[in-house]
């Protein structure tokens, strides 16, 4: 599932972006990648993203000084103003307060993604182990969990986790000096408001890349942990991350013609094609609780390859009590859960093709479909899972 978010959301995301300004975009991109995922060094070992994002960053001022942007057809954006400004984090005990409420409707999402993020911390602290550095995982996971704690009585909203680049600035040179370096750098530009003022600087074009080099470091892991066999299953798991991408872009287009349409009293089903709406509202059924989804898909699939019927079945069974909640599959905008019997239909599409009902059982035949091959299979693969 991680290969599929790191594929999708920050590699092609990026490459979005970097191709909105291909100038400099490809030219950052270059740079890290010779650097970062290559692993080859510049001259006096210079850091390869610093360069990466100077270089491209002055290559914009001066194609724009020099008109080269205008008539390439790529629009200059004038920086904003700097402001440098103490930004010290101040301790907030809200947080506890919103436990309830919104935050219940949310945990289908909340709790995959920090599963999900533990699982990367894990498979980070694994990693780095193929540069001689042995982390325990266990406590890697649980000063995670503390700053997380901590951060969120501060406003923060992100679960912490170890950088994935660890290898591959190890392969670099990049001891324990570097990395306290530039943790400090980072402590100290963001509480001045240097890291604000430096975004208004830097075209967006030139930081992009390094999210894609992100995303590869988080693709070659999830290569790195998966056995040759079980390569199916990260094809599956990529396809509900896929399927969210495709919605989120799609639902901004939609949304904003909905918006158009409202002013000269038109709805926007009555002028797009039945095929195409029947097909959007499935993809956004499809793309709601897309990570807990892409976890059940995967499991199912290496359990079924690994003989392991009963266990597929069992996992079809729990989507198919997830899909009746709206844990997966929910039919709402909001992607919140809820009881199918209290679902306010008229928070709904009036066209929307797909009810919780229908989903559920359909994931229930399938449990039972897996069930009776289990029981069809020779006796040897029913052995083979006790």
């Known amino acids: 599932v991680m290969f599929g978010i790191a594929g999708v959301w920050l590699g092609a995301n990026s490459i979005i972006g970097i191709f909105e300004m291909p100038l400099i975009g490809i030219s950052a991109l270059i740079i890290m990648a010779f650097t970062l995922i290559a692993g080859h060094q510049l001259p006096f070992k210079l850091p390869g993203a610093v360069v990466a994002i100077i270089f491209a960053t002055g290559l914009y001022y001066l194609a724009a000084a020099t008109g080269v942007l205008g008539s390439l057809g790529l629009n200059y954006q004038e920086p904003g103003s700097i402001e440098l400004a103490m930004a010290l984090p101040i301790f907030s005990p809200e947080i506890v307060m919103l436990l309830g409420g919104q935050v219940i409707n949310y945990l289908a999402i909340i709790i995959p993604l920090a599963i999900l993020v533990t699982a990367t911390s894990i498979n980070v602290a694994t990693a780095a182990q193929l540069s001689d550095d042995n982390y325990r995982a266990r406590e890697v996971i649980r000063v995670d969990a503390f700053a997380t704690i901590c951060s969120s ?14 290898t591959t600035y190890k392969r670099l040179g990049g001891q324990l000096g570097y990395s306290t370096g530039v943790s400090l750098l980072v402590l100290v530009a963001g509480f001045a408001g240097i890291i604000q003022s430096m975004i208004t600087l830097v075209p967006q074009a030139a930081i992009k890349p390094i999210l894609v080099v992100v995303a590869s470091d988080i693709m070659r892991l999830a290569f790195q942990a998966v056995s040759a066999k079980h390569s199916p299953a990260i094809g599956l798991a990529i396809i509900p991350t ?47 609780g897309y990570i807990l989804t892409g976890l059940i898909w995967a499991s199912v699939l290496v359990c079924m390859i690994e003989k392991q019927l009963i266990k597929a079945a069992a996992l079809l069974a729990v989507a198919a009590g997830f899909a009746y909640f709206g844990i997966i599959h929910s039919v709402l905008p909001s992607s919140s859960m809820y009881f199918p019997w209290q679902l306010d239909m008229t928070q709904l599409p009036a066209e929307q093709p797909l009810l919780p009902p229908a989903i559920a059982i359909s994931y229930l035949l399938a449990a039972i479909l897996v069930a009776l091959f289990a029981w069809w299979q020779p006796q040897d693969i029913n052995q083979q899972e006790k």
Do not use: C
């Open 153 to 166: 009585f501060m406003g923060g909203v992100i679960q912490t986790t170890p950088y994935l680049g660890h």
């Open 242 to 288: 896929i399927l969210n991408f495709a919605h989120t872009k799609m639902s901004t287009l939609y949304e904003q013609l909905t918006i158009t349409l409202q002013d000269i009293g038109v709805r926007a089903s009555d002028v797009v094609s039945p095929i195409w709406l029947n097909e959007y509202l499935i993809l956004g059924v499809l793309a709601r």
